[in-house]
């Protein structure tokens, strides 16, 4: 019997590598694994449909639901990341801590990047610093033009607007365009150490921390999506999908616990692992649905809260039956 042929659209990562690689594969599938710069992936998905399966940003998914509903996901995570260490402010701008972002200029990349969507949420549930009162300027981070791969609703009482075309954020951060921005990349400037940028938490490894231990919230950025003619021609194809994306991340689980050599040029990895779990338990990257996991509920309704979703989902609404349902022998 033939394997399924699909072209897979997804990042270079440790937890990913073995389907890359071909170690692993999902049974009755043959994998044609594509990398690209994860905003081309998105693109390219959203806007035309040009993989079988990709990773999928999960606000855009999220979006989708409601304009009907051509991606399928499965509660495969392929990134997460807190979210705290992406703002960055003017020097100039008088911003010291979060409460003075209100009514500020604030620059990101699309309203609906699920970073944005994230910093958005825990400043107004953790800081007070209300959405509405802040004017928001879209645009490209490093290079210019760009645009909102879905048309977002604006929440009332919210102002946004594009930069002009042959601008970047970065430099408007710079100059004081704007005051503050809020991202998924880091801005050039900060890399290259220009004193008019920084980071508004500098140590944001420890309000991260503080707050993983407060809310055991590890944030979600990307899905993995299967185009749902794919899906419905063959159902199978999500629970099989699923079960190789376990499966290669466990292989790299398993790098780790090689210490002969390092997988990775950083000298302390082994350290910080270890120094990883102590804050956030052994299975901290998780896939699939936990009952007593609320980081996709919490997503869900800023996605809701923020204009960007027309109602409040459910988590168990976002992803293929088979990809989630427990079988029993």
């Not at 990913?16 to 998905?45: C, D, H, Q, W």
């Not at 710079?174 to 990349?185: F, K, M, N, Q």
Request: net charge negative.
């Amino acid at each position: 019997m033939s394997s399924t042929l699909l072209t897979l659209a997804c990042g270079h990562y440790d937890r990913t590598e073995a389907l890359r690689t071909g170690e692993v594969s999902p049974r009755g599938i043959k994998l044609n694994y594509l990398t690209n710069r994860v905003e081309e992936t998105f693109y390219r998905m959203a806007r035309y449909r040009e993989f079988d399966v990709a990773e999928m940003s999960l606000s855009t998914y999220v979006m989708t639901l409601s304009q009907g509903r051509p991606f399928v996901a499965i509660p495969v995570f392929p990134s997460r990341m807190f979210r705290h260490s992406g703002i960055y402010v003017n020097v100039n701008s008088g911003i010291n801590e979060p409460k003075d972002l209100a009514g500020k200029i604030i620059g990101i990349p699309e309203w609906q990047v699920t970073a944005a969507v994230w910093i958005r949420g825990f400043l107004e549930e953790e800081y007070g610093v209300k959405i509405a009162g802040s004017t928001y300027r879209t645009g490209g981070l490093h290079d210019a033009g760009r645009q909102e791969k879905i048309v977002p609703n604006i929440p009332d009482g919210v102002e946004t607007m594009p930069i002009p075309s042959d601008r970047t954020l970065s430099e408007m951060l710079v100059s004081g365009e704007i005051d503050a921005l809020y991202t998924p990349r880091t801005p050039m400037p900060f890399t290259e150490g220009h004193p008019n940028v920084r980071r508004l938490f500098p140590d944001y490894r420890a309000v991260e921390e503080d707050y993983y231990g407060r809310t055991g919230i590890f944030p979600i950025m990307h899905v993995v999506a299967i185009r749902r003619e794919v899906y419905e021609k063959n159902r199978w194809i999500a629970r099989e999908l699923f079960t190789a994306f376990e499966e290669a991340k466990a292989v790299s689980e398993r790098w780790y616990q090689e210490t002969s050599a390092l997988p990775t040029v950083h000298p302390w990895l082994f350290d910080d692992i270890t120094k990883t779990r102590e804050v956030m338990g052994d299975d901290y990257w998780r896939y699939g649905l936990h009952d007593d996991d609320k980081t996709l509920s919490t997503f869900l309704r800023y996605s809701h809260e923020q204009g960007l979703a027309d109602k409040l989902w459910d988590e168990s609404e976002l992803f293929a039956p088979e990809a989630i349902d427990e079988i029993k022998i």
